[in-house]
C-alpha cells in the first residue's frame, strides 16, 4: 500500500484547505486512514482519523468543527477539509493508514500506522 499525500501550501489565518491522500497498490477499503501532524521540534501528533468501512470518524479537540475527514472510495481517497486555519497549524502533515482490527478511536496514536504518506507542508501566516 502506498499513500500520497497532497494539497499543502502557504495561506493566510482564516483561510481554508483540503489535504488528499491518494492511494494504490492495494485498496484500502479495510483500514483506518488518518492526517497526523508534525512542527518543527514538535512530536507527531494525531489531526483526526476514519474508519474506511462505516465512515467513523475521530477527531481531536483543536481541531473539531474547524478539520473534517472524509473518504472517496471509488478513488481510494482520502480528505482533511481544513478550515479556519490557525499560525498554530502550521506543521508538516501525513496520512497514514492501519489495519481495521481496532476502532478509529484506539489507533491515535503514530506507532500503531504502518503505512506512511510523504507529508505535505501547510504553513498558515498571521
Known amino acids: 500500500l502506498q499513500l500520497v499525500g497532497s494539497g499543502g501550501g502557504l495561506v493566510q489565518a482564516g483561510d481554508s484547505l483540503r489535504l488528499s491522500c491518494a492511494a494504490s497498490g492495494h485498496s484500502i477499503s479495510y483500514s483506518n486512514v488518518a492526517w497526523f501532524r508534525q512542527a518543527p521540534w514538535k512530536e507527531r501528533e494525531f489531526v483526526a482519523g476514519i474508519r474506511w468501512v462505516g465512515g467513523t470518524t475521530a477527531h481531536t479537540d483543536f481541531e473539531k468543527g474547524r478539520f473534517t475527514i472524509s473518504r472517496d472510495d471509488a478513488k481510494n481517497t482520502a480528505y482533511l477539509q481544513m478550515s479556519s486555519l490557525k499560525p498554530e497549524d502550521t506543521a508538516v502533515y501525513y496520512c497514514?493508514?492501519?489495519?481495521?482490527?481496532?476502532?478509529?478511536?484506539?489507533?491515535?496514536?503514530?506507532?500503531?500506522?504502518?503505512?506512511w504518506g510523504q507529508g505535505t507542508q501547510v504553513t498558515v501566516s498571521s
Open positions: 497514514a493508514a492501519t489495519g481495521p482490527f481496532k476502532t478509529i478511536t484506539e489507533v491515535t496514536a503514530a506507532s500503531q500506522y504502518e503505512y
